[in-house]
């Protein structure tokens, strides 16, 4: 039993190519990250077999994939520059047997859980207005409001998401759902990966709340991301926020695996 480690993308798409596809939403976060990941690891058990994988990008912040208790106490031991890392991020149980083998103090920063949609059940009434895609003159607007859910979610607001939203508008891949002319609620999809994609940056202003208008454009995204060919269609949730936990189960989606993000102590 044993990681290795690779910095090619090619590479460790061979050898995880196993279990990369029996299990791709599971391994959704990796499989996003290996384009541009620094370090990429497998794990092999006893008979040989993939049963593990790992994302490191960026430097410090391993991603797990899925796997055993095992494998992430080992992964801790054996990844480079494990005496750097600050941080991980995947399925619960796996994260903490990681941050336990690093003898580190941590502490759990969020708490998600992913979901897969089944039948997708659009709100009915449907909220007044309709779903429509971004505007280039409105990624101020987005960008404003990307800055807004990092905050709502405990992420790093002082992250400037101005690239990341002007790739979305131009691709696409940006919603408001509009009622008399005025966006009342945001969301976004990514592009279709391995035969999936993942719905995110669903955003409703507090004074907006309660009048089904997130329901709605997460329906029209999902509705979107199917159109344009994904087979599965994905997103995580704040364990913490159980309104939009029980409004996606409401429109169809169904939950797969719960994850963590950790901080971890520096060495003293």
Do not use: K
Not at 26 to 32: D, N, P, S
Not at 80 to 96: I, L, M, Q
Not at 141 to 151: D, E, K, S
Not at 177 to 185: F, Q, T
């Amino acid at each position: 039993m044993t990681w290795h480690f690779t910095e090619q993308a090619a590479v460790f798409r061979r050898a995880a190519a196993a279990p990369l596809a029996a299990a791709p939403a599971r391994h959704t976060a990796v499989l996003t990250l290996v384009d541009g990941a620094e370090l990429l690891g497998w794990w092999t058990g006893p008979d040989g077999r993939v049963t593990g994988t790992c994302a490191v990008s960026p430097p410090g912040v391993p991603v797990l994939g899925v796997m055993t208790g095992t494998a992430a106490y080992a992964l801790a031991r054996a990844l480079p520059g494990a005496g750097a890392v600050t941080g991980v991020r995947g399925e619960a149980d796996a994260c903490e047997a990681f941050a336990r083998a690093l003898g580190r103090p941590w502490t759990t920063t969020r708490r998600m859980r992913l979901f897969r949609l089944g039948e997708l059940t659009p709100p009915e009434p449907a909220p007044p207005g309709r779903a429509r895609r971004a505007t280039v003159a409105e990624i101020p607007f987005a960008v404003a409001w990307a800055r807004q859910f990092a905050r709502d979610v405990g992420e790093a607001a002082d992250t400037d998401p101005t690239a990341n939203i002007t790739t979305r508008v131009a691709e696409g891949r940006l919603y408001f759902w509009e009622a008399h002319g005025v966006p009342r609620s945001m969301a976004s999809v990514s592009p279709t990966l391995a035969g999936q994609a993942r719905v995110s940056l669903v955003r409703t202003p507090p004074e907006e709340r309660g009048r089904g208008f997130a329901g709605a454009v997460t329906s029209a995204v999902s509705r979107a991301a199917l159109a344009a060919g994904a087979e599965q269609v994905l997103l995580f949730t704040d364990l913490a926020n159980p309104t939009s936990n029980a409004l996606y189960q409401r429109l169809g989606y169904r939950p797969l695996a719960d994850h963590a993000a950790l901080a971890i102590d520096a060495p003293a």
